[in-house]
């Protein structure tokens, strides 16, 4: 079994020397080689977020995807469970259809769609020409070259994260509880393909016992962890790394082994030609439409002196240097305000930025674009503010970035000062989280939000009100 999660970008980051579906596509190669028996599956969240799928096609159409599912294709995919992210799509038609464009399978035991008319009914798929329903789990046979076979069964499940009018979750221990009991009598193996926190598989693995791997995603970092006899692994986010699992089944005993091994992508790597070829056409297609849309990608922003650090893991964890230069840019065209604060997750970069920073890192950074908004709390609720977006939010992409902002003890502090609950307080926040969309954060949507289409430099310079544009004119003024 090759396992990846997470994948936003198809080339390589980090300078080349990190991820890379070409070389992904390699290993998969190689892993043929060794066995015929391969199984490659992604455990959720790859047609959204990333700069490439926010951008369209010549038709007018969002990517949404698109990129991914070519160069998912050309390497081999064979399974998929849907992540959160997948449902960033708002249009359920375009979703459809990217779910119809992939030649790999989808399977989940929990996720629904509502159809015109209320019908809440599984999701479908166009497989070999024929529309077929998404299953509760899907059964895969290997076969030996003494004639032994084992029937293994697949399910995936998915966190209830992402609210769209045309998805319903089902509750996600009580369906896998099913669905896997269904699994285990018509197969010799049930293993899943999660996309929830690392917390929710121990207490699913622990709930539901007899399940011997979770192939899980939703956190960016590699891990491994075990609850009595089930292996659960993640591997990075990006394909920086991916998890090899080596299995050997007793046709007599129906016993079944798992070695897991870690493998790092990297330069070192060679990358196949045909996955490597989709790869180029579409790195050639952002350029472009980079460009049609006003950016000039290898434009230089900065000189760096130092490098900056929005890798996720630190990004969804504590104040890092780049969110520090997004709030300082926010406070750069709409100055005045108590503290400034964005969710890191509008930073989906998930590297670092060293040496010449250009338009294509800021842009790459803030794939989903979007303003901000100016905001009155009192300090009541503004304590209430962070309290959820730096406490609670904590290793999610509600965790917020922040200017003028900080604790002593358990007082938190604005410009130095300790929070007055009566007093009012303007903050300048992304707008998005302004709207109450961001987790743990609904309770923004009281309170009125003034969002101009345009801001003003110090300079007198009208720039749009958008995160990209104004960290390129800050930086390029600053740096």
């Known amino acids: 079994m090759l396992q990846l999660n997470d994948v ?26 060794e066995n015929p028996n391969v199984v490659t599956i992604i455990a959720g969240d790859f047609l959204s977020p990333s700069l490439t799928a926010n951008l369209s096609l010549e038709n007018g159409e969002k990517i949404a995807g698109l990129q991914m599912i070519e160069t998912l294709n050309a390497m081999g995919l064979d399974y ?38 209320g019908a809440v009914a599984p999701f479908q798929q166009l497989v070999k020409g024929k529309i077929q329903t998404v299953p509760d789990f899907i059964s895969h046979t290997f076969k030996n070259n003494a004639g032994d076979s084992m029937k293994l069964a697949l399910t995936g499940v998915l966190l209830p994260f992402t609210k769209r009018p045309y998805v319903s979750y089902l509750p996600l221990e009580e369906n896998f509880r099913r669905v896997v009991g269904q699994a285990k009598t018509q197969s010799d193996i049930v293993m899943a393909i999660t996309h929830i926190s690392a917390a929710d598989d121990r207490a699913l693995a622990a709930a539901v ?86 950016y000039q990608p290898e434009q230089k922003v900065a000189n760096l002196r130092e490098t900056l650090q929005c890798k996720e893991s630190d990004i969804r964890a504590r104040q890092t240097n780049f969110g520090a230069i997004t709030v300082k ?25 060293a040496g010449t920073m250009t338009v294509y890192d800021v842009v790459r950074s803030f794939p989903f674009g979007g303003g901000f908004a100016r905001q009155e709390l009192p300090g009541a609720e503004l304590k209430n503010l962070l309290n959820a977006g730096l406490e609670k939010n904590r290793g999610e992409g509600g965790y917020l970035q922040a200017g ?76």
């Open 329 to 353: 840019s926010m406070e750069y065209v709409m100055p005045g305000a108590d503290a400034y604060l964005i969710n890191s997750g509008s930073m989906r970069l998930d590297d670092d930025i």
């Open 80 to 117: 998929a469970t849907f992540g959160n992210h997948e449902f960033d799509l708002r249009d359920s038609a375009l979703l459809q259809k990217r779910i119809n464009q992939c030649n790999f399978r989808f399977v989940t035991a929990n996720v629904r769609r509502v159809y015109t008319g």
């Open 209 to 294: 016992p007899g399940v011997p791997l979770f192939m899980g995603g939703h956190d960016h970092n590699h891990q491994d962890h075990y609850v009595e006899n089930t292996i659960i692994t993640k591997a990075d986010a990006n394909a920086k790394t991916v998890y090899i699992h080596r299995c050997r089944f007793d046709p007599q005993s129906k016993l079944l082994s798992i070695r897991s091994s870690l493998k790092y992508i990297n330069a070192t790597i060679p990358e196949e030609s045909t996955t490597k070829a989709v790869v180029d056409k579409w790195v050639s297609k952002v350029d472009q439409t980079l460009r049609n849309n006003g």
């Open 404 to 479: 003028n902002i900080s604790k002593v003890g358990d007082t938190w502090m604005v410009k130095g000062k300790a929070i007055d609950d009566k007093q009012l307080y303007k903050i300048v926040i992304s707008s998005f989280v302004a709207s109450g969309s961001e987790a743990n954060l609904n309770f923004m949507s009281k309170y009125p939000a003034d969002e101009p289409k345009m801001v003003t430099t110090p300079k007198g310079k009208q720039i749009k009100n958008d995160v990209r544009d104004v960290v390129i004119e800050y930086m390029s003024s600053a740096y």
């Open 8 to 33: 936003y970008e198809i080339a390589p980051l980090e300078g080349g020397n990190a991820g890379g579906l070409a070389r992904v596509a390699s290993i998969r190669k190689e892993l043929l080689r």
